[in-house]
Structure formats: structure tokens, C-alpha cells
């Protein structure tokens, strides 16, 4: 499907403004917005060619300039902690060298594969975590970046939920959790 064609295609499902309906994330429970109100940007037709992403094919690449300073990293990753925001915590995981992912070498991609899993089990193994987010989108920058996020159990967390939801999360309640659990 080219350019155009996908435009299309996606327009057929747009309203009369070009907009798309709201994605079925936004009626999550642990969604932290309101629906109402949300509505997504109208489509723009295809830009082509696509414009580069910061550091596109290692130029001026603010990760290979070590924009992060790391909390470990061995001969070949880092992972560093990104700044404030509401969640307990992200990490950045991040190749030394440039690559993204459809380039990663063999042996990378193992060791990446390894080191997901293990931070992905440390950060689960703390008290009051329920869940370790793994996430990657690479729209953004061209070096290879891997957010994760901790997510608090339930009752451990100020965790937004809508009046009448069902429990947005099913971690056992920790009962040594701070503020009795609310
Ligand atoms: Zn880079």
C-alpha cells in the first residue's frame, strides 16, 4: 500500500474534519485522561519524502554524544534515568553505537533481549511495583531507544480511574504500601 493509498485508506475512517476516532487505549481504564473533550489532530497528507528523525544516519546524533548519563553500561549498552514525570521511574535503554532496530547486530539484539528481561525483573522485584513497561516507537530519534516504565500496585499509587470503573489494576494490594493502600 503506497503513500497516497494508505491516506485514503485512513481518510475512509476519519469524520468530515479529517480527524480519526479516539483509540480503543483511550477507554482503558488506566487511561489517565478523559474522553470527553479528546479528539485527534486531522490527518495531514503524506509529507514525501518523509523528513529525517533527530539523528538520522548518526549525524549530529545527541545519543552517540552521550546526551544521558548512565546509571550502568557495560562495553556495549547504557541505561540511563530519564527526568521527572509520574511515573516511579523511566530508564532509557540505548545502544552504544548507532543503530537502530532493524540494524541491530545479531549479537546486540541478544544481549538487548537479555537485558529487558533482567530490568524488566529487578524493577518488578521491588516493593510497590506491579509492572515493568517496555515500549518503542523510534519516530523521534534514530538511535534506538527503549523507555521503560514502573507502574505502582494498586492502592500504592495515585493511579487515575474513572468513578464506577471496574479496579484498573489486578496486582495483589500491597499491604505495606504507603498512605494504608488507598
Ligand atoms: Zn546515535
Given at each position: 500500500m503506497g ?8 481518510m475512509?475512517s476519519?469524520?468530515?474534519e ?5 483509540s480503543?487505549?483511550?477507554?482503558w481504564?488506566?487511561?489517565?485522561f478523559e474522553?470527553a473533550g479528546?479528539?485527534v489532530?486531522p490527518l495531514?497528507?503524506p ?12 549525524a ?18 547504557r ?16 545502544p552504544?553505537a548507532?543503530?537502530d ?5 545479531d549479537?546486540?539484539a ?7 528481561v ?13 509492572r515493568?513497561?517496555?515500549s518503542?516507537w523510534?519516530d ?5 531507544h527503549?523507555p521503560?516504565?514502573?507502574?505502582h ?5 495515585p ?24
Amino acid at each position: 500500500m503506497g503513500p497516497e493509498e494508505f491516506y485514503a485508506h485512513a481518510m475512509r475512517s476519519a469524520d468530515g474534519e479529517g480527524r480519526l476516532p479516539l483509540s480503543r487505549m483511550t477507554g482503558w481504564d488506566v487511561f489517565p485522561f478523559e474522553r470527553a473533550g479528546l479528539r485527534v489532530v486531522p490527518l495531514a497528507p503524506p509529507e514525501l519524502p518523509e523528513p529525517g528523525r533527530a539523528g538520522e544516519n548518526g549525524a549530529d546524533c545527541a545519543a552517540c554524544a552521550g546526551d544521558l548519563t548512565p546509571v550502568w553500561s557495560d562495553e556495549h549498552w547504557r541505561l540511563a534515568v530519564l527526568g521527572a514525570s509520574g511515573t516511579p521511574l523511566i530508564l532509557m535503554l540505548q545502544p552504544d553505537a548507532h543503530h537502530d532496530l532493524p540494524d541491530l547486530p545479531d549479537d546486540r539484539a541478544s544481549e538487548m533481549g537479555l537485558l529487558i528481561v533482567r530490568t524488566a525483573r529487578a524493577i518488578e522485584s521491588l516493593p510497590h511495583i506491579a509492572r515493568a513497561h517496555v515500549s518503542r516507537w523510534g519516530d523521534g530519534g534514530a538511535h534506538l531507544h527503549i523507555p521503560r516504565r514502573r507502574r505502582h500496585r494498586q492502592g500504592a499509587c495515585p493511579l487515575p480511574r474513572r468513578p464506577g470503573s471496574r479496579p484498573a489494576l489486578t496486582a495483589r494490594r500491597d499491604r505495606t504500601a504507603p498512605g494504608g493502600g488507598r
